[in-house]
C-alpha cells in the first residue's frame, strides 16, 4: 500500500525555519510528481511547492524565495525546506503524489488531482 507520511512540524518564532520530511513507501517518488500543500483553519487548501519527475520545481508566490522543494532519491524521501517564517504559514502541510503532471500542474490540485496524500504535519509560527 502507499504511504506517504510527513515528520517535521512543530512551533517556531516569526523568522524562524523548519525542514519537513516527507517519507514515501511503495513507489519510487522520483518517477512521480511530488508536492506540498497546505491548509490553515477556515481556509481552502493550497499548493505550496512541486517538483516533477525532470525536477523541475514550481512554487506558490507566497512562499517564493522562502520556501525550497528537493528530494533525496535514494531514501525517497521529499523535503521542503522553509525560512523566514511568517505567521500567515500557519497550517497543516500535507505531501502528495501524483503521475503524469508537470510540476505546475501538480500544484494546481482542484483542476488534475492527487493520486496519494499524507496525512500532514502541523506548523504553527508565532509573532
Known amino acids: 500500500q502507499v504511504q506517504l507520511v510527513e515528520s517535521g512540524g512543530g512551533s517556531v518564532q516569526a523568522g524562524g525555519s523548519l525542514r519537513l520530511s516527507c517519507a514515501v513507501s511503495?513507489?519510487?517518488?522520483?518517477?512521480?510528481?511530488m508536492a506540498w500543500f497546505r491548509q490553515a483553519p477556515g481556509k481552502e487548501r493550497e499548493g505550496v511547492a512541486a517538483?516533477?519527475?525532470?525536477?523541475?520545481?514550481m512554487y506558490a508566490e507566497s512562499v517564493k524565495g522562502r520556501f525550497t522543494i528537493s528530494q533525496d532519491n535514494a531514501k525517497n524521501i521529499l523535503y521542503l525546506q522553509m525560512n523566514s517564517l511568517k505567521p500567515e504559514d500557519t497550517a497543516m502541510y500535507y505531501c502528495a503524489a501524483v503521475a503524469g503532471l508537470s510540476a505546475i500542474q501538480a500544484l494546481n490540485d482542484r483542476v488534475y488531482g492527487m493520486d496519494y496524500w499524507g496525512k500532514g504535519t502541523l506548523v504553527t509560527i508565532s509573532s
Open positions: 511503495r513507489f519510487t517518488s522520483s518517477t512521480y510528481s
Open positions: 517538483i516533477d519527475s525532470g525536477g523541475t520545481k
